[in-house]
């Protein structure tokens, strides 16, 4: 059997596919539409100099899903995800996307792997001298994608995130929530299959947040993306969410559907979402555990 706690697979999953997707050689598929395990964090450990981050994080994404990271502040959500695209590498455990192990790839190839994951940061991270064109057209320029290719490409990504007319203004020019935008719509513009948003709502206002929702719900729905969004905001977990998974002391504390986990009877993942987010359960209707 699995080592790993049985609560970080849905539990419709066979928990032996794992272990032979983890197999060297040849891997038998089975024929029963078992969702593959796209995204597969194992067991990672990350420390800092003294200070321990992750001890045990295991986490698994599964195609078509939105997962969604909750846990307090400093608690490490940005660092487990940055080992998905290999900006930091574990100091033990496993990270896979798509069965290829992340940390083990030549160089090369975790840029080709990376070209197929869209990474929105935290800070949105727009370069203050470049055009909003010019910072969407950053990574296609980087792959010499032709100059009419990426013109038409860029202006369908900020079409996607409802900003048609941005494209020669400059990042100083826009809202928080507009930057925001623009951080999408630069991490769409390469058609990933993944998207990783950190804190795609933190700091904008309840209206603004419900726009940024329906996109990253657009973006599931209709270019089928596999979604990470790390967040405090209770109420765009809820509406955005498969799944939730709470990090807490370097570890998945609970994971489960986005009723599970309104639902769960755990005191602390309860404290964390009851803390955060009383007023949206209430005008969600949620019932008290
Ligand atoms: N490159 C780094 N070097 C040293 N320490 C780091 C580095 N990156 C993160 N840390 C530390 O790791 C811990 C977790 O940081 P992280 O940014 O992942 O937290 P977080 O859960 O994303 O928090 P927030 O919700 O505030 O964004 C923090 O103590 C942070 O200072
Ligand atoms: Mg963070």
Redesign the pocket.
Known sequence: MSDRPAHIFPSRADPTIDRRSLAPGPVRRPAAPVPSRMIRLIDVH?D??T?R?LSGFSLDVVEGETMVII??????????I?HIVGL?EPDAGQVFVDDLEVPRLPRRELYELRRRIGYVF?FAALFDSLSIGDNVAMALRKQRVDESEIARRVQEALELVDLPDVSERFPAELSGGMRKRVGIARAIVGRPKYILY??PT?GLDPVTSAVIDQLMMRMQQQLGMTSIV?T?DMRSAYTVGTRIAM?YNGRVRRVGTVDEIRHTDDPVVRQFIEGRATLDQTELGAEPA
């Not at 846990?71 to 487990?80: D, E, F, I, N």
């Open positions: 990350k800092f100099g200070k981050v846990g307090y502040s400093g608690t490490g959500k940005s660092v487990a940055k930091l935290q950190d804190e933190t790390i405090h990090l």
